[in-house]
């Protein structure tokens, strides 16, 4: 399924890949690498609240910005929340950022080889091998509590609004 003109990139519509996932749906299940190359599901995490942060690529500002961003936030909630950052990277990349920047309360994930995630979550952009800017909030029984698809993939999400998401899920 594709959807075109689903979100901008430098202001140019891009088209995206899979269905528009919207609160109250079904989380789909993913298989993603962790930086050890090791398979990490969705199933892996049940009976927690998710974040997954779904970047393009750590080596940009933006998405810098906001896993760390995300990084700093999740620390307050220990391990109540499983959160994730979730991009194309090469698991590696991912792991060299993790260094670099002190990420230990975000574990980052890799949707480099098939693009799997991406499709199943209706962030894929096509002909881009990237995913787009997107930050959902799965609760404890795989339902989707909050989703957003940042319309411009170079600007930031609404981290309010997510980490309300989290604490409603958590409540």
Do not use: W
Request: proline share 4%; glycine share 6%; with cysteine.
């Amino acid at each position: 399924m594709e959807r075109k003109d689903a979100v901008t990139m430098g202001g140019n519509p891009i088209t995206l890949i899979g269905p528009e996932l919207k609160p109250g749906d079904k989380a789909p299940e993913f298989t993603l690498l962790d930086n050890s190359l090791n398979p990490v599901t969705l199933a892996d995490s049940s009976g927690k609240v998710r974040l997954l942060s779904v970047v393009a690529s750590l080596d940009t500002s933006t998405c810098s910005t906001q896993t760390q961003g995300f990084n700093k936030e999740m620390a307050a909630l220990g391990d109540k929340v499983a959160s994730y950052t979730i991009s194309a990277d090469l698991p590696f990349a991912q792991g060299r950022f993790c260094g670099e920047h002190k990420i230990d309360n975000m574990k980052t994930l890799s949707d480099h080889r098939e693009l799997s995630f991406g499709e199943s979550y209706g962030l894929a952009i096509k002909d881009m091998r990237l995913l787009s800017r997107a930050v959902i909030v799965v609760d404890k029984d795989d339902t989707i509590r909050y989703m957003q698809t940042v319309s411009e993939v170079s600007q930031e999400p609404d981290y309010s609004k997510a980490l309300d998401a989290i604490k409603e899920a958590l409540a």
